[in-house]
């Protein structure tokens, strides 16, 4: 049981350029979430799903496309990357259950910095 | 909209030590739930103790309490008899009941002395 992994663990990008993020969850979780966290600041959601084939926009979601088309995996994506977008990005996810809905579970980040 | 405000930008004890830190939050719904989440260097984001708002009962989990005071929008992490290992970033985060988005504060970085 991985839990939630994220590929790549760090990147480096020229501006303009264009990349994929991917997440991806062992836990059958329905609910999956994008971050950015930036020094000094909190976590700010950048896209979210609540099923397979759904996606909605968080905080921050400008410069960013997302997709699930499986369960499992929830993509971030970066047409034209640019200076700003330069942060740790995390991937998460959640149960629908009751109990555990609540909590999310993190996979171990990805550094990208753009040039 | 809901924000998280932590006040501590960091703090430094002795290993044993009892440590607080801070945390307040601005809703206007009445049921709602809130986390401390850890993050130590390996940057790993973990679940360290969660309070539902309409439970009165402060959560406890080992060394880790809060003292939930709902009318004053506060929730402060105790952590007692604090560990090398508890150095780490500490954020709160608030998740409204209707939807699942957590909002969070902007941490507070915790150094454990030996």
């Known amino acids: 049981n991985a839990g939630v992994t994220q590929t790549p663990k760090f990147r480096v990008l020229k501006t303009g350029q264009s990349m994929t993020l991917l997440c991806a969850q062992d836990m059958n979780h329905e609910y999956m979430y994008w971050y950015r966290q930036d020094p000094g600041m909190g976590l700010r959601l950048i896209h979210y799903?609540?099923?397979?084939?759904?996606?909605a926009k968080g905080e921050v979601p400008d410069g960013y496309n997302v997709s699930r088309l499986k369960k499992q995996n929830f993509l971030l994506g970066l047409e034209s990357a640019a200076p700003s977008q330069t942060s740790v990005y995390f991937c998460a996810s959640s149960d629908r259950g009751s109990a555990g809905r609540y909590e999310q579970y993190f996979g171990p980040g990805t550094r990208l910095t753009v040039t | 909209a809901q924000t998280v405000t932590q006040s501590q930008p960091e703090m430094s004890v002795q290993e044993a030590e009892t440590v607080t830190l801070s945390c307040t939050y601005d809703t206007s719904e009445s049921n709602y739930y809130l986390f401390w989440y850890k993050q130590p260097p390996s940057r790993q984001m973990i679940l360290v103790i969660r309070q539902e708002a309409y439970k009165q009962q402060n959560a406890t989990e080992n060394r880790f309490s809060v003292n939930f005071q709902k009318a004053a929008k506060s929730f402060s992490l105790k952590i007692s008899d604090s560990q090398l290992g508890d150095t780490a970033m500490y954020f709160c985060a608030f998740m409204r009941n209707s939807n699942y988005q957590l909002i969070w504060g902007a941490g507070t970085k915790l150094i454990i002395k030996p």
């Open positions: 799903s609540v099923g397979e084939g759904t996606t």
